[in-house]
């Protein structure tokens, strides 16, 4: 049984307002998930209430700072100083910093853009059937998935 | 309170007495994963879907090699062998001293070739 | 003016199963302050599926910890059957509620058995792991392993149970109730051991909602949240009521997952009744492309599966949430005004998975 997903990419200044709206209607911080892009990072913040479930979405190159949302939810931390020790991502006034420390791993940032490789999408023959992703949801596309069906497009 | 205490008292203990009894397996039980060299036809599919890389097979030379030590009994092999020539056995594998020991290294009979089956020529 | 000690707990103790650290501050045996640290058993798996392709990878899954393993590949299986958009099977449904309500069962007993070797009462703990076994010797039966089932896999499962052995289940844990219920009353009923949970660990309703419990922990605060509600699964057929408490102590956990046992057996009669006939699994053609949040309810927890994939047979990202790493901020704000002595009963209501927090 699928559940609708709802997937909203917003800009990083808009992202402490908007957490902060949410905490007022009542919903509760899920979690805090980091993926690895080309060149960069996709941070998704998710929320749910009663069930219903919710995302942020925030894209950062590879040395930006994004402000922490530890303000509004104090929970926020522990995922907050993850992703910075994972991934390499610069979170300013996390209300516990651990500073590096959480996770003592052998390389620094083992998930960052320079440790991780992505994996090559395959190559798209003329006329290919298309993809099953093709579903009425709201989705934000990955930019090679984009790229892809551009390139099919093109072609047909 | 009595109630416990004869019951205690009346019944056995509630282990199981290891190594008096022997633990009976299920017909299913993933223990160890045992191949009938005799009917390998080394097309190396086992191999190919091992998730733990623990079997290599040589086509060439007829060598079936199974390192159990990394073997995870996922049953995977069994599933997919053309010939059925694999089977998952109930006894788990007893740990050894070291590594290489966990190894096991099968070899095939050599091919008969057609040639010489028609001429009617001695076949080991 | 009190003087104040920073007293170590972790990541070796008697009570804990897996190795977490917390930083005690405290001022004459009452806690100011805790500080958590993790990553003891930090195995990067979240990286291993740059080599394993997706239909293998659900054999990485089932191995993120032991106790709630088939829930992990359960919920990984899902979140790739959605991106693929394939329908599983009526019976290949039914058969994963059976074996995960199991999974609930055994590790709700164990944590009673841990939870009474916590407070000392040792033959408590034995009688409970002897209860645990003989739902092992189930899952043996049926799957071919006690701890690691191996069962699942994107398109349904791998293995069959005849109606037999389903009415033999039932009947085995219809034995089993009458045993359960026994120790059961001596966890509710006992004077010494109400005398050591009731009023320990105590945490608000709403404080729980904003520092985001889940599972147990939330209910016995009077939270109502159980993912099973949202109908993956065979759930939908099935009437689940989450179990909710208002006392948010620790007796009131206990009571919590005392009663979710009962339920479970419950929940795997009821499935027993209504499997249909029919195949176990569907053929896969094809690869992920997409993304997709997948939430599953874990004794512990709701746990969240986020997988996305570009197409290829390698997944560009899969992530787990687990509920542990989401109670963690909740266990500092139980731990703070309570006594030294009644830290490792809190710390056990928490019921810690660290290998599932730090895959």
């Not at chain 1, 709206?21 to 960069?40: D, H």
């Not at chain 3, 058995?113 to 092992?136: I, K, N, P, T």
């Amino acid at each position: 049984m699928s559940e609708p997903q709802e997937i909203t990419p917003i800009g990083k200044n808009d992202l402490v307002g908007m957490v902060a709206r949410l905490f007022a209607e009542g919903y509760r911080l899920v979690q805090i998930g980091c993926s690895t892009l080309q060149s960069g990072y996709e941070i998704n913040y998710s929320f749910d209430k009663e069930y219903r479930f919710k995302n942020l979405r925030v894209t950062v190159e590879s040395g930006e700072e994004i402000p922490s949302i530890s303000a509004v939810y104090a929970n926020a931390f522990l995922y907050e100083n993850e992703i910075h020790d994972l991934f390499g991502v610069i979170v300013t006034n996390i209300n516990i910093d651990y500073g590096g420390t959480l996770y003592r791993t052998a390389i620094k940032a083992p998930f960052s853009v320079e440790n991780v490789k992505l994996p090559e999408p395959p190559k798209q023959k003329a006329g290919a059937p298309s993809q099953p992703a093709d579903k009425p949801k709201q989705q934000a596309e990955s930019p090679e998935a984009e790229k892809a069906e551009a390139a099919e497009a093109q072609k047909e | 309170m009595t109630k416990t205490v004869i019951k205690n008292l009346l019944g056995g203990p509630a282990t199981l007495m290891y190594p008096k009894k022997k633990r009976t397996f299920t017909p299913i039980t993933r223990g160890r994963v045992e191949n009938n060299i005799d009917k390998c036809i080394f097309c190396g599919m086992c191999g190919r879907r091992c998730p733990t890389y623990a079997i290599v097979v040589t086509k060439d030379s007829r060598e079936w090699q199974i390192d159990r030590l990394k073997c995870c009994t996922c049953n995977l092999c069994v599933e997919i062998c053309p010939v059925k020539s694999l089977s998952m056995e109930n006894q788990y594998f007893s740990p050894v001293k070291e590594k290489e020991a966990g190894i096991l290294k099968l070899k095939g009979k050599e091919k008969v070739k057609k040639e010489a089956a028609e001429t009617g020529a001695e076949v080991k | 003016m009190a003087h104040k000690n920073v007293i170590p707990f972790g990541p070796q103790h008697p009570v804990l199963p897996e190795p977490i650290h917390f930083d005690l501050v405290t001022e004459d045996e009452k806690i100011v302050d805790a500080l958590p640290s993790i990553s003891y058993v930090h195995r990067g798996l979240e990286r291993l599926i740059e080599k394993r392709d997706f239909i293998d990878f659900v054999h990485v899954a089932d191995r993120i910890c032991g106790l709630c393993s088939f829930m992990h590949s359960l919920g990984y299986s899902q979140a790739v059957e959605e991106i693929m958009g394939i329908e599983v099977p009526e019976r290949a449904l039914y058969l994963r509620t059976i074996w995960a309500e199991l999974s609930r069962i055994h590790s709700h007993i164990f944590w009673l058995g841990v939870a009474a070797d916590a407070f000392g009462f040792e033959s408590l703990f034995m009688q409970s792991l002897r209860l645990r076994e003989g739902v092992l010797d189930i899952f043996e039966a049926t799957t071919g392993a006690r701890v690691i089932l191996g069962v699942c896999k994107v398109g349904g499962v791998r293995r069959d149970i005849d109606a037999e052995t389903l009415k033999g289940i039932v009947n085995r844990l219809a034995t089993l109730k009458k045993d359960l219920e026994e120790i059961c009353s001596v966890f509710i009923d006992d004077y010494s051991i109400r005398h050591r949970l009731a009023g320990v660990g105590y945490i608000s309703q709403q404080d729980a909602y904003t520092l985001g419990c889940v599972g147990p922990m939330a209910r016995a605060s009077g939270l109502s949240m159980d993912m099973r509600t949202i109908g993956y699964a065979a759930y939908k057929y099935l009437d689940v009521e989450p179990m909710v408490e208002t006392t948010g102590d620790c007796y009131a956990r206990c009571l919590v997952r005392i009663r979710e046992t009962f339920q479970s057996i419950d929940l795997v009669r009821q499935a027993a009744g209504k499997i249909p006939e029919g195949p176990v699994d569907i053929k896969v053609k094809g690869t992920p492309n997409g993304e997709y949040f997948s939430r599953v309810e874990q004794p512990r927890g709701e746990v969240i599966h986020y997988a996305k994939g570009n197409g290829s047979r390698f997944l560009q990202r899969f992530r787990v949430r687990v509920p542990t790493f989401s109670n963690i901020p909740a266990m500092i704000k139980v731990l703070k005004g309570s006594e030294v002595a009644d830290v490792p009963n809190i710390i056990l209501t928490l019921d810690p998975c660290i290998s599932c927090t730090e895959r």
